[in-house]
């Protein structure tokens, strides 16, 4: 009984990496992997580029997410925590 608390506990910083890495690379242009890492003022940046320049600008976001969705995927546990929840280091 135990054993499934600790598997539907509270969301593991491990499940926001892989969360924020594929989110990053299939919605990268609308920021939402900013938004799950708690990276507000990022997020609206990358939606607001996106929406405001007609989806001229949305390419742009689009790659910056892709290159942000792979370094998060790549990383290691330990260094994605340290560098974007504990460091919080908003861009790449």
Not at 6 to 12: E, F, I, R
Not at 13 to 38: M, V, Y
Not at 63 to 92: C, P, Q, R
Request: aromatic content about 10%.
């Amino acid at each position: 009984m135990q054993e499934f608390f600790a598997m539907t506990g509270p969301t593991t910083r491990a499940d926001k990496k892989i969360a924020a890495g594929i989110c990053a690379i299939l919605l990268g242009a609308l920021g939402i992997h900013k938004f799950i890492l708690g990276y507000t003022t990022e997020g609206l940046i990358m939606l607001l580029v996106s929406v405001l320049t007609c989806g001229l600008g949305a390419w742009v976001m689009g790659v910056i997410g892709m290159v942000e969705g792979i370094i998060y995927l790549t990383k290691s546990d330990d260094e994605f925590v340290n560098t974007y929840i504990a460091h919080k280091k908003g861009w790449f």
